[in-house]
């Protein structure tokens, strides 16, 4: 039995779509081939799909400017001209663009203003109005971060140094304890007994904490009054 025709409609389902284009694609791409090899024919096939993906094939024996520029002369249309144009065109435009840009900075500096009408003068007024205004709310947002972030080293230099008091208020007190218990006596005992002069000012020190204590040099005599 020979293969039935199909109807030549789009096909609705896209799984199939896909599955005929892709064969559909392959043989016309063979097709193009053979003619490249069996006829020495210049071929080219350029393909979008459905989903835009591109595709295409030129015949090895030309490029894809030399087969261009083949089409311009043969059919006697510029492709270039046009794109040229269209160029052209668009640089007109920004050039424009950038004019009006560079006057609109002049004359908010101050300059250029001799063209402008009232209408004119009073609409660049109310953009400096809001320009000024946003830079002033910039400002303030600059000085209030600023603020914070000085008023929190001052904070973490306040928290350093009330550590730094109350340690030193600890080695005091038991500074302070060590004299209660006898202990600078019993270091001061010691000490004198090595007869050194280093002992008499060590000794001296420990009577300035200990005002009732009697010192003899003669005899090395340490008593409490």
Same mark, same amino acid.
């Given at each position: 039995?020979g293969?039935?025709?199909?109807? %030549?409609k +789009?096909i ?9 284009? *892709? ?7 063979? $097709?193009a081939?053979?003619l ?6 210049k071929?080219s096939?350029?393909?979008? *799909?459905?989903?835009?993906k591109?595709?295409?094939f ?6 894809t ?10 059919s #006697? %249309? ?5 794109h040229?144009?269209?160029?052209? !065109?668009?640089?007109?435009?920004? +050039?424009?663009?950038n ?5 609109? %900075?002049?004359q908010?500096?101050g #300059? ?13 007024e109310? $953009?400096?109005? *809001? ?21 929190? $080293?001052?904070?973490?230099l306040? !928290?350093?140094?009330?550590? %730094?008091?109350? &340690?030193?208020e ?24 090595? #007869?050194?002069? /280093? ?8 009577? &300035?904490?200990?005002?009732h ?6 005899? /090395? ?5």
């Amino acid at each position: 039995m020979g293969r039935g025709k199909i109807e %030549i409609k +789009k096909i609705e389902n896209a799984t199939n779509r896909q599955v005929t284009y *892709s064969k559909r694609r392959n043989g016309l791409f063979k $097709k193009a081939q053979e003619l490249t090899v069996l006829c020495d024919a210049k071929v080219s096939l350029i393909m979008f *799909s459905s989903t835009g993906k591109f595709q295409e094939f030129l015949s090895p024996n030309i490029t894809t400017k030399g087969f261009f520029d083949l089409y311009q002369k043969t059919s #006697g %249309i510029d492709l270039w001209n046009s794109h040229y144009e269209r160029m052209q !065109e668009n640089y007109r435009r920004l +050039k424009e663009i950038n004019k009006k840009l560079r006057r609109e %900075i002049r004359q908010r500096m101050g #300059g250029d203003l001799s063209e402008l009408n009232i209408k004119e003068l009073q609409a660049l007024e109310a $953009k400096m109005d *809001s320009a000024l205004l946003a830079i002033r709310e910039r400002k303030y947002y600059a000085i209030k971060t600023q603020t914070d972030k000085h008023k929190k $080293k001052v904070r973490n230099l306040e !928290e350093r140094h009330a550590n %730094i008091v109350l &340690n030193l208020e600890a080695k005091l007190e038991r500074q302070d304890e060590i004299v209660e218990n006898g202990g600078y006596y019993e270091s001061a005992m010691g000490v004198a007994a090595n #007869g050194s002069s /280093n002992n008499l000012y060590a000794l001296r020190l420990y009577q &300035n904490h200990q005002p009732h204590l009697i010192l003899q040099h003669g005899t /090395n005599d340490l008593r409490l009054a």
